[in-house]
């Protein structure tokens, strides 16, 4: 099969406008979400896509021109991950394939994890933005998080200074991974702000313990600051808890625990 140049009717103008158009229209409709979601790791994809599964808007900003986190780069750029039989299903419900391993465990291919979670989230209705990054909060006069400011990824990249733009949420997930950017920024910002911890700063994971990393994710996944609910390595930075390596099974639980804690933030404002 060719094309014909001379039966071709399109110009460069049609594709501009296409993408333009197309993505203003989808943007538009995104200014004002039901949840927002920082950060297109594994456990903030989870979360994404269960809600929207439930019928809520949702948006996932992310700052890098890919999805998926730390998962693509498996354990040291072998790209394979290790999760619990725990969280199998929340894998073969978006079509990835497992391998039994040994202890309970099974071993996917990084790449595929990502992609397929990414499609599944998208199907179920989730506006996954790349190369947008949540640069602030936006903030009631309650000093409680109703929103998210951001940016292109460009623009900070290149030190520019440009101002940003707002989104209205009912509430944010942080998944920002290892940084937690959101976190930070809260405690920074806002005058006399404390985590759910009573800490006025993030005190940070502590050294590897995949075992108790894992568990202590569960307990760690829930609304550290007043509209903002922190799963996946972010809850564990709040948490002070031990990183786990290549390991992903508590980051989908941890994203399934973020949802569930997202609807009740919505259901009780």
Known sequence: ???????????????????????????????DVDVAVAGAGPSGLTAARLLAADGLQVAVFERNLHIGGGIWGGGMLFPRIVIEEQAAELMTDVGIRLRPWQDGTLVADAVESATKMTAAAIDAGVRVFVGIEVEDVVINNDNRVCGVVINWGAVTAAKLHVDPLAVHSKALIESTGHP???????????PGARLDTGDDCVPGESSMNAVQGEAA???NTREIYPGVVACGMAANAVGASPRMGAIFGGMLLSGQVAAQVARDIIASA
């Open 1 to 31: 099969m060719s094309l014909d140049p001379g039966k071709l009717r399109f110009d460069e103008l049609t594709v501009t406008r296409g993408i333009v158009q197309t993505f203003m229209e989808d943007f538009l409709d995104s200014l």
């Open 180 to 190: 937690c950017e959101i976190a930070d920024l809260l405690l920074r910002k806002i």
């Open 217 to 219: 994710l569960i307990a």
